[in-house]
């Protein structure tokens, strides 16, 4: 076995607690060294520390973790963050040709391994000092690493590469889209792909203006149009909506030229698969380690990524399956008392006109919302907390001070308070979530893993981790309704899941209703009791149906969409057809864009 203790650099804060580590020790009580304080922050020497966990349960602020790990995966090691610092074992191997996507856990080194793949970092192979090229490539001798990585000690390797938070690109980059783009465009492309992805209204707009949806699309089409070896993209989907992530996949599919590299992380599963050729899963214990499993055929690799289990590699990633509902009915399932209704509404927003089928929310309920951005789904939750008033129609609520707590798509740290402590914002919220053993406590703080957190300042935390901070501040507030406007976005599979899962038993506890806007199909069809779909032209008209349920709404929304749906008869999982074949023709000549397929079809796929 070998012992890997990794100290939090940001957590270990040694001027602020009584040097436990060092001294409770057991080691260093009989006076050997196996921790101390270096630099400023606590230096496990794992050669002498017995891995006993004392001072993983006595630091504060839970800034160790140690690990036991096979001695075989040393061979493995490609890259250390320093003594003391997360180790990426293995790396996800792009194919000349193919789509390699990689899912997997935050913190298990999907970004390190893309920064090494694109030749922005250098692997040091666990070293304190820079190993050669030389070094690198005999020390992964007779293995798919060595020969991309003999390329890129060549200089052969040219990257292009889509970073993950498009937030930040406004602030290193100013100019009209369009111009940025011809700048961009390597290979003479860039207005076909513009075009594909609905870029040309937004021309002549300045970045700094664009939606976070917009910038997205535009960081895409710049990276398409790159002439280079390898194309990287860092969740190409975050802020799309479900048409605009079918796009963005069908334009990285169709506009690289097919003897590239492309690699994809993706936490939205549906659109993983629709994009990757195969499938790399990320697993180990996030900021400690992370391994990348063998490859994998892109079925076979979701649905072990969502069984738990990879077989070639035996190894057990999460103790519980994730499963999707096997079924779809075509009654609406209602539970529970009606919480509030409405009648048939008319909106108007100066130049913006919403119309709503009648509908009602029930007790317990956390209803679906699919639909564009900028269609009025805002607009709707507004009138039903009575701050805008309908031109026509009535909303008939159970309460006359009906409170609505929502976190809003974009979250950033001003919203909160820069400076604030996740602690501090939290205790705004409601002081109980701070109460160790509360089911508040147990619901938010734990299942989404922020006691870690707590002492940490809003504007130090990643955007996964503020989206998190977001979501337990909406949902800790005493409310009737709550709105969560896309709660995945940043966050991967597993958060997602977990989200999904408090939101439901927030909801069914208190008596409440969520509503949820969710452009991921996977995640929708996990959380959503009933969905309201919401159509026309953003930012002029929008219509929203009544809220109907999975099959009924999914098929009223793919259909316009054009895009047809099969769940997986092994996990439930939903997963787009690819254009045209045989069961998206099926599906499309039957009616059935969301279906689960028969066995003899399934043979067929
Ligand atoms: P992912 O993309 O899967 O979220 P990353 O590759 O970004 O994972 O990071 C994996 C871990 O590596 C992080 O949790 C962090 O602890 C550590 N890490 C990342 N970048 C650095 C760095 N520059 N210095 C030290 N540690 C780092
Ligand atoms: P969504 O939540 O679906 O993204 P919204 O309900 O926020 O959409 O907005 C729908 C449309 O109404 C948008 O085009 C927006 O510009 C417009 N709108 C929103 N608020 C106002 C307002 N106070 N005055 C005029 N137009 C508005
Ligand atoms: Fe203090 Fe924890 Fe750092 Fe040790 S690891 S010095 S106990 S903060």
Redesign the pocket.
Known sequence: MVRIAVVDRELCRPSKCNLECTRFCPVNRTGNKAVEIVGGKARIYEEVCTGCGICVKKCPFKAISIVNLPDELEKSLVHRYGPNGFKLYGLPIPREGSILGIIGKNGTGKTTAIRILAGEMKPNLGLEREPSWDEIIRRFRGSEIQTYFKKLADGKIRAAHKIQYVDLVPRKIKGPVGKLLEIADERGVVKDVAKFLGLNALWDRDVRKLSGGELQKFLVAAVISKDATIYLFDEPGSYLDVRERVRVARAIRSFIPKNRYVVVVEHDIAMLDYLSDYVVIMFGEPGTYGIASKPYGVRVGINNFLNGYLPAENMRIRSEPIRYQLTLTDTTPVTGKRYLSWSKLSVK????K?EVEAGELYEGEVLGIL????????????VLAGELKPERGDVEKPLPNLKVSYKP?YVSPELFGEEKTVENVLREANPSVLTPGSWLYVELVKRLRLDKLLDRRIDELSGGELQKVAIAYTLAKEAHVYLL?EPSAYLDVEERLAVAKTIKRLTETRGVAALV?EHDIAVQDYLASRIMV?RGK???E?YASKPMNLKDAMNLFLKELGVTIRKDPETGRPRINKEDSYLDRLQKRIGQYYYIPRPSEKEAE
Do not use: E
């Open positions: 927003l100066g130049a913006f919403l639909g564009p951005n900028g269609i009025g789904k805002t607009t709707f939750v507004r798509q406007d806007v919401f953003p930012g002029f929008g």
